[in-house]
């Protein structure tokens, strides 16, 4: 694998790995922790990449040509084991953890290291962080753990503390910008992007590689629901039949928009924002625009957590339902429910 393949803002994490190979200092579990869309999992398959490799290249890459980079490249390697929920949104179980623990117990099967990604790391329910926990005390030589988390304090103490941790910071807006671009990304949409992914690179690209429609389509819903013409309890139900992060992510940065908007009055870039939320931005205080904030900040902390996604989102959606107000201070009716 060619180091071009690494994000740039990934280098300095990749540099620290790489002097920690060859000084033979690599630790046995590693924690790699930063929000999503930043790059974790791709860094984590070019690591592991190298160390099944058998004749990585002078700076530190697989080679990408022998037997194990061919059965990395199928996804067949047996030496390389994924740890993930089995069902989008649910708990790493128990088994599944001792499972992966057999495993990384037994003889490598390439004669180099044995890996194993945990991701996200958080979804591990107590018994499968209880179970983790004795092969992290008692790691078998020329194995590594790699436990990738958007949150990383989530994880209980004694995990973390037996974990090497690696930050994964956001990358300059400017910089992000400028590889949007590079992707194909005009500048001014690349920017919107960047502002609803929480500033994460990968998750702006997969925004601007969204239909238009989609974006407006969940706007007009948020409008609906507020105006009293949508049920929150359907609106939940079909945002949890997908992945609910993009809905969420969204949502709170059109949040911070009606913030600036009825903080500093500046209205917000988009005017697809401004139309569809001009009554929010004239109805709702900001006390209660940052309750809701914070709610969906926690919300989006608790994917994999294990928690009922539709109903985490019910909960949200009526929250936001209920803010609406006749300017006599009375709650209105919310789709034909007294709110």
Request: charge should be neutral; hydrophobic fraction near 40%.
């Amino acid at each position: 694998m060619a180091e071009t393949a690494l994000h740039e803002w990934l280098q300095p994490q990749w540099q620290q790995l790489l002097r920690a190979i060859r000084q033979g200092r690599l630790p046995h579990a590693l924690l790699f922790a930063g929000p999503e869309g930043i790059g974790k999992r791709r860094l984590a398959d070019e690591l592991a990449a190298a160390l099944l490799c058998e004749t990585p290249d002078g700076r530190g890459h697989a080679c990408g040509h022998c037997t194990a980079c061919g059965w990395l490249k199928a996804g067949s390697h047996p030496d390389l084991l994924d740890l993930q929920p089995e069902e989008s949104g649910k708990a790493i179980k128990v088994d599944q953890v001792r499972q992966v623990c057999t495993e990384l117990a037994m003889t490598s099967h390439g004669g180099r290291y044995k890996v194993a990604i945990v991701h996200p790391a958080e979804a591990m329910n107590v018994n499968a962080a209880n179970s983790l926990l004795k092969t992290l005390e008692e790691p078998t030589a020329n194995t590594l753990l790699l436990l990738l988390s958007a949150a990383p304090g989530r994880l209980p103490a004694t995990i973390r503390s037996r974990c090497q941790q690696l930050r994964f910071p956001l990358p300059a807006t400017a910089a992000a910008v400028d590889w949007l671009q590079r992707q194909g990304v005009e500048p001014e949409r690349a920017r919107h992007c960047l502002h609803h992914a929480g500033e994460a690179p990968l998750a702006a690209l997969r925004l601007a590689q969204e239909d238009a429609d989609d974006y407006e389509a969940q706007l007009g819903q948020l409008q609906q629901l507020f105006a009293g013409r949508l049920d929150p309890l359907e609106l939940a139900r079909e945002w949890a039949a997908g992945d609910e992060v993009p809905y969420l992510q969204r949502w709170s940065a059109w949040i911070g928009d009606l913030v600036r908007w009825r903080q500093a009055g500046r209205r917000p870039p988009d005017e697809a924002v401004v139309r569809m939320l001009q009554q929010i931005a004239e109805t709702v205080d900001c006390r209660q625009l940052f309750l809701v904030s914070d709610r969906i900040g926690d919300a989006l902390n608790s994917i994999g957590s294990g928690l009922n996604r539709q109903l985490l989102l019910e909960d949200l959606l009526i929250s936001w339902a209920r803010m609406a107000r006749r300017g006599d201070g009375s709650t209105r009716q919310v789709a034909g429910k007294q709110a």
